[in-house]
């Protein structure tokens, strides 16, 4: 069974260019988070989906961002426009209604805005 | 507001001795708390899980414990390996929404052969 996956895995732009980062969860898996990783911040949650639908974006950092999750099976983070204060790793996770608390994360898109 | 606190320093300990990671929260009580494994470039993977109701939980060579009154956890690793390097996550459930973690910002562990 595949995992999370996200792509791409490695995304260099510019500043103020528009950012997309995908991820298909685990199927059949209910719930999808977007975290950002810094070495600063450590892993910080931006938003997550149930059954498709935003539950709480308070975690997202400011309007530039977005988060859409059209069907189950797919999930995109946008930044747009970018800086280089965005630059870091953003991972996709998803977990299961059999197993409500554990996440399974994806390999984590490194973004560097120069 | 919820705070985790891990230790901030690596720990390296010789292969065979046994690693002990902590974990002190504050300000709230979380209904649950997971541990994490992540590896240099992947994501976190899911370790353990223990609720506030149980004192300890093990799978193979790990062990967790979980304190409410000192509001601290405590994750052992016995009989440490080479493999066992890696950084390591702790993760309580936000105060009044089992779904949201709390991450803290790990502790790196280097276990030298």
């Known amino acids: 069974d595949a995992g999370v996956i996200q792509s791409p895995r490695h995304e260099v732009t510019e500043m103020g260019q528009e950012v997309t980062l995908r991820c298909k969860p685990i199927?059949?898996?209910?719930?999808l988070f977007w975290y950002r990783q810094t070495m600063m911040r450590g892993l910080e949650l931006l938003i997550y989906f149930n059954n498709n639908v935003p539950i709480d974006d308070s975690g997202m950092p400011e309007d530039r961002f977005s988060a859409k999750m059209p069907n189950a099976s797919f999930s995109t983070l946008k930044i747009q426009p970018s800086e280089p204060r965005d630059s870091a790793v953003y991972f996709c996770a998803s977990s299961s209604p059999e197993s409500q608390e554990t996440q399974y994360f994806g390999p984590g898109t490194r973004l560097l805005v120069l | 507001s919820q705070k985790i606190e891990q230790n901030s320093e690596a720990l390296n300990i010789q292969e065979g001795k046994t690693a002990t990671l902590t974990c002190n929260y504050t300000?709230?009580?979380?209904?649950?708390l997971q541990w994490y494994r992540q590896d240099p470039g992947r994501g976190p993977v899911f370790l353990l899980l223990?609720?506030?109701n149980e004192k300890e939980k093990r799978k193979e060579r790990l062990k967790v414990t979980f304190d409410t009154t000192l509001k601290q956890s405590l994750f052992h690793i016995t009989a440490s390996q080479p493999a066992d390097s890696a950084t390591y996550l702790c993760a309580p459930s936000s105060a009044g929404n089992n779904r949201k973690l709390i991450w803290g910002l790990g502790t790196s562990l280097a276990v030298n052969p």
């Open positions: 300000n709230y009580s979380p209904a649950y």
């Open positions: 223990i609720r506030e």
């Open positions: 199927s059949g898996h209910d719930y």
